[in-house]
């Protein structure tokens, strides 16, 4: 029970953190400077990405483990 518990708080937090670099990205915005480059944190994107898929594969793993269990 203990196990099924912790799994769903990682996978939240995985996906609080996704939605927190997509918040991020959006409050850093993006500039070009007067020599034509661009400047945004384009980092955040896959970073966000990677975190959401991994909270819905510990989320998915935990409600399948837990059906398995009873």
Do not use: Q, W
Request: aromatic fraction near 14%.
């Amino acid at each position: 029970m203990i196990l099924m518990k912790k799994g769903y708080i990682i996978s939240l937090i995985f996906i609080f953190i996704a939605v927190g670099c997509g918040t991020a990205y959006n409050i850093i915005g993006s500039s070009v400077d007067e020599n034509g480059i661009l400047h945004e944190a384009f980092g955040l994107i896959p970073i966000g990405y990677l975190f959401l898929f991994l909270g819905i594969i510990v989320g998915l793993v935990t409600v399948i483990r837990s059906f398995f269990r009873r």
